[in-house]
């Protein structure tokens, strides 16, 4: 239980926390850091063994391991013994190949772990936010992830969205003064919460408590919730489907060898040891190998995995959504000019801008920086207050000392900057009233948009002495505009060629007027771009305006909401990314299939995003795309593979338990076919992918999924059936050498399947990956020499005679030519286009 420390004030707990002002010392963060790790940190082994325990908690597993203790204890110890063996090496494999996978998304984390600013030593510096200990003190300013429970020393026009906590979704306002000790969480103004983030202003805060002990960590440990994408849903309710299919039919098989009087133990074991061996056991681990194989391949065209599901999204994107700056334009703003009311180079309004830009302390922008670059030789005046930019208000207002008070000077969005000046500034001498200038004021500023400049506008006041608030933002004077230059980049125009040989639209959503918008739209190529302002949106329903969507280019002057309701209506008909890097674009990350954002994003940005792009280049989004899309295909190939062969050999399974007088294979044999394919199956997260499933989105479609299982099972169950017929009522053979002669088929038509079924085009036109293929190989040699070695009887195999080993070739030869024919007509009649 937390101490209501929201009831005191910063000086009462400097002292429990041994902290000032100043923060700690860096000798004594690291002590206290230090003691936090040793209490916390789980040491790896102990990882590394529930990890491995967790790869034998399928119940059917578990049921298994039961029966084969069983049978030992019933005098069939060597069979015991065998079973035992495959299922801990089975085990083993899987365990090391998710460890493996499991180190690569540790890497990825790493990547994009979060910073704060704190005070060591009285000095700022930038430290990991998983290195932040209770008595630091943290300087905010807007975009900021919170990373501690705090208690504020110092605000101005503070503003936190605590939605993930207090489920509000207005920003809470946040001020320095205590507050009773029973104040709910929601209403506790003074505090900052791990989790929550800084909308707007700035702050120095106390933090208080820090991972387990906040209240985020309390509510995670009792109510820690895991979000599905759509991908992983349908995986689950699939995988669910096919362990319902095999538990009813292995229940089947089971009835049928007791109703025929088979051995209890022997009948028991080949029943579960066929539910375990069809069972789709290796669907999470072949999902999480290929997801992090995809992430590393990601990795290395400068793309970082956030979220590892979201890969599964990203290999179905079909549109992608960005505003155009450091995008489509290079990002590299430059002030192309600072203007009056009437386009004439004004140094007092360059004064302005630079005093602005230069003295304001929250929210950090390419623009400011820009302006900072004009390096005015002019006496650094007084800050008296600032308030700070916030994207309702959109401008910034910063106070400076003047010896009769003080002077406000505003910058901020056109429109925005001219809604509150009643005056304009006409030479150095005069102000007239605003309204008989407004006409030229607007014509100049649409002049500048047509001509491809971004523009901002300024304003300033003289106020007496005192503090300022946003009630201070009115009766200004206009002082000019501030025309930004940020050209188009190279190759823009190639790099949408590609995306659209991806079969992915482009839109851009900014907050530039139209006129800018459709300068960019032409310098990119758009011939006759479809352009739509924000008051366009408003001013139609949203039926309307979702039958219109498709056929826009660019939505100019779109307010932060709107993103959001943007990007939710075009996922109606499309799976949406969308690429955002500041405050107002972590509603549409959040609401796009995919939200992407930059390296040098604000936190909260990269926070909400599922990727984050190294360099804020489309060219590099467009080789994630790629990447994304192999791992859906790679994925999708084990559910068909597996699939089919699930649904196909246990059918067979269960006509040969009728017509059989014995076992139709034993139940290490069983297992032992389940391992050996289990082999090549992993590899196929690192397979080849053909250029044609890279050039179009992929798309979950279980009908199609199910629509294979019904033909595929059917096609092997009729080879199957074949080889029994061949094998026992032509060629005659006793129980071993059918057993072995099924052995031997079944293993090597899954392993030429693979082969088969990995690709869309004719299996000899796909090059496979290196290691399915040599995994391939090494299963084949092994499976083909295992009658050959000196324990082949206790694996209850043979050595087949000559006319069996024909028979067994023959059905396979043409089950690999069928099989390629059937998928080949079968892709063509029902997959998506």
Known sequence: MQEAFWSNTPGDWFPKLQSSEKGLSQAQAEQILNAHKKVKTQPQFFKDVIAFLNQLKSPLVLLLIAAVILSAFLGQASDAIIISFIILSSSTLSFLQERRAGKVVEKLQSLIAHTCTVLRDGVEKEIPSSTVVPGDVILFRAGDIVPADCLLIASTDLQANEASLTGESFPATKDVKPVDANTPLAKRSNCLWSGSNIVSGTAKALVIATGADTVLGSISKSAATITETQFEKGIRQFGYFLMRITIVLSVFILAVNLLFHRPLIDSLLFALALAVGMAPELLPAINTIAMSAGAKRMLDKKVIVKKLPSIQNFGEINLLCTDKTGTITEGAITVEGVYDYNNKPSDFAKNLAYINASLESGYANPIDDALKQLKLNIPQPEKTDEIPYDFTRKRLGIAIKQDNGQLLICKGAFNNILSICSSVRVDDKSTQPIDGYKDVIQKQYADYGNNGLRVIALCFKQLPAGNITVADEKDMTFAGFITLQDPVKKGIPETIQELNQLQVDLKIITGDNKNVAIHIAKAIGIQDPKVMSSDEMEAISENELAAKLKDIHIFAEVEPHEKERIITLLRKTYTVAYIGDGINDVGAINAADAGISVSNAVDIAKDAADF??????????????????????????????????????????????????????????????????????????????????????????????????????????????????????????????????????????????????????????????????????????????????????????????????????????????????????????????
């Not at 080789?623 to 899309?629: P, S, V």
């Not at 338990?657 to 992993?682: A, R």
């Not at 083909?784 to 000559?802: E, K, R, S």
Request: proline share 4%.
């Open 612 to 833: 984050v792009l190294m360099e804020n280049d489309l060219m590099v989004l467009c080789d994630g795309i790629k990447e994304g899309r192999k791992t859906f295909t790679n994925t999708l190939k084990y559910i068909f593979i597996n699939t089919g062969a699930t649904f196909g050999n246990m059918f067979s399974v269960s006509i040969a338990s009728l017509i059989l007088p014995f076992l139709p294979m034993l139940p290490k044999q069983i297992l032992l076919t389940n391992f050996l394919t289990d082999f090549p199956y992993l590899a196929v997260a690192s397979d080849n992918v053909d250029e044609e499933q890279i050039n179009n989105p992929g798309k979950w479609d279980l009908k199609l999924i199910r629509r294979y299982m019904v033909y595929f099972g059917i096609h092997s169950s009729l080879f199957d059936v074949a080889t029994f017929i061949w094998l026992y009522f032509i060629l005659h053979a006793n129980e071993s050498a059918f057993q072995t002669g099924w052995f031997l088929e079944s293993i090597l038509t899954e392993l030429f399947i693979l082969f088969i079924i990995r690709t869309r085009r004719s299996f000899i036109k796909s090059i496979p990956g290196k290691w399915l293929v040599i995994l391939s190989i090494l299963a084949f040699a092994i499976t083909t020499a295992l009658p050959f070695l000196p324990f082949a009887a206790d694996l209850g195999l043979i050595l087949l005679p000559v006319q069996m080993i024909l028979a067994v070739a023959t059905i396979i030869f043409f089950y690999i030519v069928t099989a390629d024919l059937l998928k080949i007509w079968f892709f063509r009649k029902y997959a998506q286009k």
